[in-house]
């Protein structure tokens, strides 16, 4: 569990689990809601439509990650639209009340509260520094980089690192702010250097991929 605060509000049954199917809504943008949510296994979305109809993904969050923590600061209406990227969607919902009322037993726990929000905006200013990078291929391996962190899958071996990518090719175009066009361009540019490989949702990086983005991650972003 990611804090002695969230631990003892599940000791003492102040939570409610729910599981959820792949691409069912978790959390409606605009829905009245008084809860931090805790991610106990799988992935979710956390993603905006513009008055245009298009889908803007701030961020992806796997097992361990918390959501929803604008019900601190006293906004109990979402901004964001919240949806399950995989089957069996683990979720941990704590009302903010119960997280109140256990805080003013116990003071030191505020430091986990502060730990939470701290986590939640290092994600953001993660994504905002991303995009911010010029180069969509840069963007996309940046992209590459943190789906190592949140989706690897385990392995016996060294050589590789193996990932089942949450996103379609269509939606990760998306997700790095690049045309599919450019993403399938850069996609057969990193496989034709030996750097990757590239299989519908199957991403497999190799060690050279490694030594490829430390070079190109002492750039300045801009």
Same mark, same amino acid.
């Given at each position: 569990?990611?804090?002695?605060?969230?631990?003892?509000?599940?000791? =003492?049954?102040?939570?409610?689990?729910?599981?959820?199917?792949?691409?069912?809504?978790?959390?409606?943008?605009?829905?009245?809601?008084?809860?931090?949510?805790?991610?106990?296994?799988?992935?979710?979305?956390?993603?905006?439509?513009?008055?245009?109809?298009?889908?803007?993904?701030?961020?992806?969050?796997?097992?361990?990650?918390?959501?929803?923590?604008?019900?601190?600061?006293?906004?109990?209406?979402?901004?964001?639209?919240?949806?399950?990227?995989?089957? =069996?969607?683990?979720?941990?919902?704590?009302?903010?009340?119960?997280?109140?009322?256990?805080?003013?037993?116990?003071?030191?726990?505020?430091?986990?509260?502060?730990?939470?929000?701290?986590?939640?905006?290092?994600?953001?200013?993660?994504?905002?520094?991303?995009?911010?990078?010029?180069?969509?291929?840069?963007?996309?391996?940046?992209?590459?980089?943190?789906?190592?962190?949140?989706?690897?899958?385990?392995?016996?071996?060294?050589?590789?690192?193996?990932?089942?990518?949450?996103?379609?090719?269509?939606?990760?175009?998306?997700?790095?702010?690049?045309?599919?066009?450019?993403?399938?361009?850069?996609?057969?540019?990193?496989?034709?250097?030996?750097?990757?490989?590239?299989?519908?949702?199957?991403?497999?990086?190799?060690?050279?991929?490694?030594?490829?983005?430390?070079?190109?991650?002492?750039?300045?972003?801009?």
């Amino acid at each position: 569990m990611k804090t002695q605060l969230l631990k003892t509000l599940i000791k =003492n049954g102040l939570y409610k689990h729910s599981v959820y199917s792949k691409n069912e809504i978790i959390l409606r943008s605009k829905c009245y809601s008084q809860s931090i949510y805790f991610i106990k296994e799988g992935i979710v979305k956390i993603m905006q439509i513009t008055n245009e109809g298009e889908e803007i993904v701030p961020v992806l969050l796997s097992t361990g990650q918390v959501f929803g923590n604008d019900v601190i600061y006293g906004d109990f209406y979402s901004s964001y639209t919240s949806e399950s990227l995989c089957e =069996n969607t683990s979720i941990y919902e704590f009302e903010i009340n119960d997280i109140q009322l256990t805080i003013n037993k116990d003071i030191t726990f505020h430091k986990d509260l502060l730990s939470l929000l701290k986590e939640e905006h290092q994600q953001t200013e993660k994504r905002i520094k991303s995009l911010r990078i010029r180069s969509a291929e840069e963007r996309l391996i940046q992209t590459f980089i943190e789906f190592y962190y949140k989706f690897k899958i385990p392995s016996n071996t060294t050589e590789h690192v193996f990932i089942r990518s949450p996103l379609t090719q269509n939606e990760l175009a998306a997700y790095t702010r690049t045309s599919r066009v450019t993403t399938n361009n850069i996609i057969n540019h990193l496989k034709n250097k030996s750097l990757i490989e590239y299989h519908n949702r199957d991403i497999v990086l190799k060690k050279a991929f490694f030594k490829y983005y430390k070079n190109i991650s002492s750039r300045d972003i801009v």
